[in-house]
């Protein structure tokens, strides 16, 4: 039983050897999330080519943060999706073995 009322997906994440893929949903800014430090902890968690990531949400800092990721020559490793209907983002996390939560308040 989860006490919060977060509803359980019927699809459970699994584990996958290769990638292993880290998720980060939320705004793309940095006043509370702090991306700037999250994409750059991602760009070199990716340089290890055993791992991947999704970045998922829209915010003023996306710009930026896709910048500095194709030039760390990441984009192939991670991935931005926008803004996505509450099924697309359990559908990503799902296929992912580690979520990001960055926030600080």
């Given at each position: 039983?989860?006490?919060?009322?977060?509803?359980?997906?019927?699809?459970?994440?699994?584990?996958?050897?290769?990638?292993?893929?880290?998720?980060?949903?939320?705004?793309?800014?940095?006043?509370?999330?702090r991306i700037a430090l999250v994409t750059d902890?991602?760009?070199?968690?990716?340089?290890?080519?055993?791992?991947?990531?999704?970045?998922?949400?829209?915010?003023?800092?996306?710009?930026?943060?896709?910048?500095?990721?194709?030039e760390a020559g990441q984009a192939d490793t991670?991935?931005?999706?926008?803004?996505?209907?509450?099924?697309?983002?359990?559908?990503?996390?799902?296929?992912?073995?580690?979520?990001?939560?960055?926030?600080?308040?």
């Amino acid at each position: 039983m989860i006490p919060y009322g977060v509803p359980i997906p019927p699809h459970q994440a699994s584990f996958h050897q290769a990638p292993f893929r880290v998720a980060y949903s939320g705004r793309l800014w940095d006043h509370q999330k702090r991306i700037a430090l999250v994409t750059d902890a991602l760009i070199r968690a990716c340089r290890d080519p055993r791992l991947a990531a999704t970045v998922i949400g829209e915010g003023h800092a996306r710009s930026a943060c896709e910048q500095a990721v194709r030039e760390a020559g990441q984009a192939d490793t991670i991935r931005f999706t926008g803004s996505l209907p509450p099924a697309g983002v359990q559908s990503k996390l799902a296929r992912c073995q580690a979520i990001l939560l960055m926030s600080d308040f």
